[in-house]
Structures are given as C-alpha cells and as structure tokens.
C-alpha cells in the first residue's frame, strides 16, 4: 500500500519540530524506517548537507495526526488538584502564604535530596517543605500522584 510520509527532526531535548523537513512516498512491503535509513536520508545528505547524519528523526504518516504530544505534559486538571494538595499540607504550616510558588526541589536546605516545596515566586527561596525528603525525583512525583488519588477518594 502506498502512504506518504513525514519526515520530522528531533531535537536533543527530545522534542519534534513543528514543521517536516522533507515528505516521501513509500510502497514497499519491507520496513518504512529501513527505508528511510537506507535511501531517503542519503537524499537528505546531498540535498542539507553532511551534518545531517548526526540528526535524530521521527516519520509519521501523512494521513496520521501530526500533533505533538509532550509526554510530559500536565494536565490543567492535574495542576488543579495538585494545588489542593498543597493547599491541604499548607494548612499545617504556620505563615501567611499567599504570594509562593511550589516545586520539587532538589537543595542544601533538603539535604540535597527531593521534597516538594514552598518558595518565593521571584527568587525562589526557600521557604519550607510541603513533603518527606525522596531519593530520586520520580520518587517525589510518586508521593504527589499518590496523594492526589487520596484527594479523589476522599471527594
């Protein structure tokens, strides 16, 4: 079956660009991306020349999505309830908190470990902890995942 497809550079922070950087045609019954390694970038060489070769590549089909998709992207919903976390452990912390910013912080002042906090907005100062201290940062997003599905079976 004959598709075309989309060539897309991707970047070393692990995005894709917005726009393709070159679109082929493809009927063959091997693999699309065999193909692309083999003829199609050789193309790319002559025509962008050779620092071509060191760039990474994702193809989609042309009649496909061409929506990206960060992965690591937070719903506004998450965001939401993730406030209502921190709004929940804030209430046993003495202060006025009505101008912070929170975040995963990995500090002097966390022993140079993991701890979701409190902080200045502009400076990010330190502030005080909202959570335990993790070894590792998915540690950190886990505690905060964990306590949001608290949130919701306790709505």
């Known amino acids: 079956m004959n598709?075309?497809?989309?060539?897309?550079?991707?970047?070393?922070?692990g995005k894709r660009a917005k726009m393709p950087l070159h679109v082929f045609e493809y009927d063959g019954d091997g693999d699309v991306y065999e193909?692309?390694?083999?003829?199609v970038k050789n193309i790319l060489v002559e025509t962008k020349g050779e620092k071509i070769k060191k760039t990474s590549f994702t193809l989609i089909r042309t009649?496909?999505?061409q929506e990206r998709i960060d992965p690591n992207a937070k719903t506004?919903?998450?965001?939401r309830l993730r406030n209502k976390v921190i709004a929940k452990?804030?209430?046993y912390i003495k202060g006025d908190y009505?101008?912070?910013s929170v975040g995963v912080t990995f500090r002097p002042e966390t022993d140079w470990k993991w701890q979701w906090c409190i902080m200045e907005p502009a400076t990010h100062q330190y502030i005080g902890p909202v959570s335990e201290k993790f070894d590792s940062y998915e540690g950190a997003q886990e505690?905060?995942?964990s306590e949001i599905k608290l949130l919701n079976g306790s709505i």
């Open 35 to 39: 193909h692309f390694s083999n003829e």
């Open 3 to 13: 598709h075309s497809w989309n060539v897309y550079k991707v970047f070393a922070s």
């Open 76 to 79: 506004e919903e998450y965001e």
């Open 63 to 65: 009649d496909e999505s």
């Open 143 to 145: 505690w905060m995942t």
């Open 89 to 91: 452990h804030l209430k």
């Open 98 to 100: 009505t101008n912070i």
